[in-house]
Each structure stands twice: as structure tokens, then as C-alpha cells.
Nanobody
Framework: QVQLVESGGGLVQAGGSLRLSCAAS????????MGWFRQAPGKEREFVAA????????NYSDSVKGRFTISRDNAKNTVALQMNSLKPEDTAVYYCARGRASFGMVRDGPTVGSWGQGTQVTVSS
């Protein structure tokens, strides 16, 4: 069972930036798509961004497109989420996710095989 450990969350003012990082314990993670989801209080977990195993294909939710950038470093087994122009509505617990099938893509909950424990991001107005 792969372990995903997130880091980089915190408190930031609106308009600021944060960079989240996720480290995977298994070297086999290089064959899997990775993604980020978030869950705000009282809301369902939602898709934020995903990147395929090679790093060539990325997808974003409409709410973060143009502000967030997902990237991966397969040599280090890490995936990052650079978040710029943060808004109060970006406040949530952010979860790192690994795809369920090798060489597949992360799109929604059913396509996720492993989750991280989550890291809190709070954006103040």
C-alpha cells in the first residue's frame, strides 16, 4: 500500500501563493497519474488538478484554471501544486491522490486508488 504525505499547507492572505507537495512512498508511483482534491467544511470533496504519469497531460477544474499549476518529479516520487492568486473560497483541506490504474488518469473519486492524509489551506480575506 503506497503512502502519500502532503506538506506545504498553511495560512495566507487573499492574492497570495502557496506550494503544496506530496511525496509517495512507492517507486511504482511513477507509473500512475497523480492529482489533488480539496474539501471545504460542509462540502463534498472535489477535484482540483491531475497530471498523467509522464507529466505531459494535465487537467484542472474550472475554478482553479489559470491560477494553479500541477507538476511532478518522477526522480523524486513527488507531485506539487503551485497555487497563485489565492481566494478565500480556496480554503479547504487539500488531498494528494494516486490513480487507481497504472498509466490511467485521475478525474474523480472513483479513479483514485490511494489518498494522502490531507493538509489545511486557509486563505484570509
Amino acid at each position: 500500500q503506497v503512502q502519500l504525505v502532503e506538506s506545504g499547507g498553511g495560512l495566507v492572505q487573499a492574492g497570495g501563493s502557496l506550494r503544496l507537495s506530496c511525496a509517495a512512498s512507492s517507486r511504482t508511483s511513477v507509473r500512475y497519474a497523480m492529482g489533488w482534491f480539496r474539501q471545504a467544511p460542509g462540502k463534498e470533496r472535489e477535484f482540483v488538478a491531475a497530471i498523467d504519469w509522464s507529466g505531459d497531460t494535465t487537467n484542472y477544474s474550472d475554478s482553479v484554471k489559470g491560477r494553479f499549476t500541477i507538476s511532478r518529479d518522477n526522480a523524486k516520487n513527488t507531485v506539487a501544486l503551485q497555487m497563485n492568486s489565492l481566494k478565500p473560497e480556496d480554503t479547504a483541506v487539500y488531498y494528494c491522490a494516486r490513480g487507481r490504474a497504472s498509466f490511467g488518469m485521475v478525474r474523480d473519486g472513483p479513479t483514485v486508488g490511494s489518498w494522502g492524509q490531507g493538509t489545511q489551506v486557509t486563505v484570509s480575506s
